[in-house]
């Protein structure tokens, strides 16, 4: 099975801006499903609203759209009911880290063994072009047009700090990279987050002066680097790419699996 195997073309061409990185995040994943030779049927993809939300109905496997920052909760249901099934979750700022955030931080604690893959471009960009949890401090956005003063998460150090036991970030500039890091989160046995810096043309980088798309990808190129490579001794501001964390911990669904098997021993 190629990549078109995976995706549903009856719902394109997409809705998604000219430039929007979410098409090579999407691109990326299929490429990484087809390499592992993961059949349809074994997997589900569950997302909120949002840009990257809509990924969920342009694939041709199970998928549910639900409530906005719940896509987590009902991730959780569906792994906990068919643990035998491979759970992505792709997410936006709002889904990921601000209404989705207590449910981000108790997913990464549990370990439950799904796919987190926190989509950051910066902004709100299907409601406007509002700021969020991951723009920063000093760009503009529709509700900062004089200047954002909230901080931002950092998606790697929240993540690790919170328990998740696989850690990753990458760019939609280095989408082979991409690719080989969800075939590693996708495999891995726990809660896996990955982080993709992804480029929002429209209302991020026209209101903040960045260009067009591919004077924003060439600065996912300059300003990133592997981790622990020279580039990043010589320049301490580079951002690092690269699996951060990976751990092999008790999986959540496996010791409800426990658990359960304690309790009916209880009561014969």
Known sequence: ??????????????????????????????????????????????????CSSRISG????????????RALAFATGVKLSRPELNVIVPMGDGDALAIGGNHFIHACRRNIAMTAIVMNNRIYGMTGGQF????????????APYGNIDHDFDVVQLSMSAGASFVARTTTYHAKEMID?????ILHDGFSVVEVLSQCPTYFGRRN?????????????NNTTRIGSKAKEENPNLLERGVFVRKDIPEYCAEYDKIIGNAMKGHK
């Open 1 to 50: 099975m190629n990549i078109k195997g995976y995706i549903r073309e009856r719902f394109f061409p997409h809705l998604w801006c000219p430039g929007c990185g979410h098409g090579i995040v999407l691109n990326s994943l299929l490429r990484a499903i087809d390499q592992l030779g993961m059949n349809k049927n074994e997997l589900v993809m569950v997302s909120g609203i949002g």
């Open 58 to 69: 342009y694939v041709d496997f199970h998928s549910l759209h639900t409530l906005h920052g």
């Open 132 to 143: 969020s949890p991951l723009s920063g401090y000093g760009i503009q956005a529709t509700t």
């Open 181 to 185: 890091i969800f075939k590693q989160a």
């Open 209 to 221: 002066k960045m260009g067009s798309a591919a004077d924003m990808m060439e600065s996912f190129k």
